[in-house]
């Protein structure tokens, strides 16, 4: 081969390469490759559900039923030490005996999972009526379940999972209560008379939680604590009056969630903690500067929380919440009379107690929970953990034992828990193993979640559809 | 025992044997197809979504895809299924979408409430969108062998690998298995 072929080879294979590199580089690899890109789902703005005119508290109906009377209470979400724990002395049943305890009554609800505060024979629960599509508080007599009276307005809901949610706050004098889309509704407890009403989406450019507004109003000392979001984080007014007491400015513009405002007392200082979208805050409840804020921490920013903080005495506070969020244990410090929140762990739920919905125990020192779904091989296991170490369970009920998303609470030193379809077990609240003493299916139920309320004797709880009054006094 | 007899003999032990086989099947209730046809299958309350769908079909892309039960859908603004966990941002941007190759797809029809469909074009049987609707939703969202799909082979190599032996052999009539219209056999049937 002479020296003229060896080049003409030379460049064809370089012309070759060339042309091979200039194809590499302008051939496109995926020619039907298409950009996700917001808004392909042809969302509209967000709807404007403020122009409603919304009337809050407009009509009253006597349905007829008289309040026999009681003396214990069950007077907002999580009882009346905001631990879900009752200290009544009234001897509750220690087992079924294959036997339903005595239903005494049950109502038709809306569908929701809204629960009842007792107050002194008095069941409050917030419904939403779908004929008259109306929030109505209804007062019904813990006895026999007669309907005394209701107060409502009308206001459009769609179902959306269920439609009412929270649990009424009740005092000697006042109830307030939050309907789902944020209406604030305040009354005479005994007359069922209109205090005032506060429309907070309208009022704070609020925007709803998804499924509606789960937080659960606040009274105390007279005033209605709410956490508004929109222009404010959260809100102290006079029962009385209506009026502002105080509101604590959402520089930071966290939104509502779902979860509770829970108080603390610590450093000296009696606060509300609120754990909302954005962040986790603790408020001054009283003093000079109540309405403040003591301290913040955007640590715990998840997208969706419904269990409340759990608040415990040495500063910790446990935090919770579903949709694979998993927890996080913050400590407070207090130094000067300055407040700051470490957070000492966090974690995925399938490594350490979460709950998706329920707001866990703190019992005996201990925190007990049941696990979300997507717990790994703990899931929907009720667990046990120290606070100290939040990952490794103290206790489970096992793999054969497991639970849905209901509710559960501590009365008369027994475990009660409801599940999803209905199921009411009793357990020995135990700090050192489960110990289940009896289970039995009171009712063919669905989305069985609202928070159960104990007092006098009875017990309070629902299904999405119904609520049930039973007698689980010892006879 | 010359050879004709011992042929005799093993010719009407299996017909004994084929006989005893049909009583137990009838006795014990098998599946049996009309047809004689049989196909692989997903069951939906076995499945773990492990992610083996995927990788272990002979075919290239899968056999095995999503697949939506209406019914059973909540047409949730915020869908477990569609948006990864803990996700800020409820819209269509690829930041947010659990699902790797965007074949979960979701439609706006009234506040509050989206309609999602899948792209089986797309879909890659990963199966990460069925964990996250079984985990925080009503389960609609399940992982099905598409029969147009499936080589039905004689030994599916998924189902060699399937953790929790969720994939199994029924007759045609019963190819799709979908919660929803398919009850838990465990529940319906308890031993």
Redesign the interface.
Known sequence: MNTRTRHIILAAAILALAASFTWWLAHDPVPNF???????????PR?DSLTELVHIGEYFFAAGGTLTGGTETWPRFRGPDFDNISKSNIKLIDGFGGQIPKILWTIDLGEGHAGAAIYKGAVYVLDYDELKRSDILRCINLADGKEVWQRGYRVTI?R??GMSRTVPAVTEKYIVTIGPRAHVMCLDRLTGNVKWGLDVEKEYKTEIP?WYTGQCPLIENDLAIIATGGKALMIAVDCETGKKVWEVPNSKGWKMSHSSIMPMKFGGRRMFVYSA?GGICGVAADGPDAGTILWTSSAWN???VAPSPVCMPNGKIFLTA????GSMVLQLEQSGGTFTAKMIDQYLPAEGLAC?QQTPLYFEGHLIGIQ???AGALRSQMICVDPSNCRVPVWTSGSEIRFGLGPYLIADNKLFILNDDGVLTIAKPDIKKYIQIDQIKLFDGQDAWAPIAVADGYMVLRDSKRMIGMKIAVE | MNRKTFINNSGRLILLGGLVYLTGSIIFKRKVSASGKYVWQIDPFKCMQCGRCSTQCVREISAVKCVHAYQLCGYCDLCGGYFKPNTHKLNTGAESQLCPTGALKRKYVEEPFFEYKIDEKLCNACGKCVKGCGSFGNGSLQLQIRHDLCQNCNECSIARMCPTNAISRVPIEAAYQIKGDFKNPALTNPK
């Open positions: 298409t950009k996700s890109l917001p808004g392909s789902d042809n969302r509209p709807a769609k959306n999972h998804f979208v998840k997208s969706v579903g949709y694979g969020a998706e979300p779904k997507d």
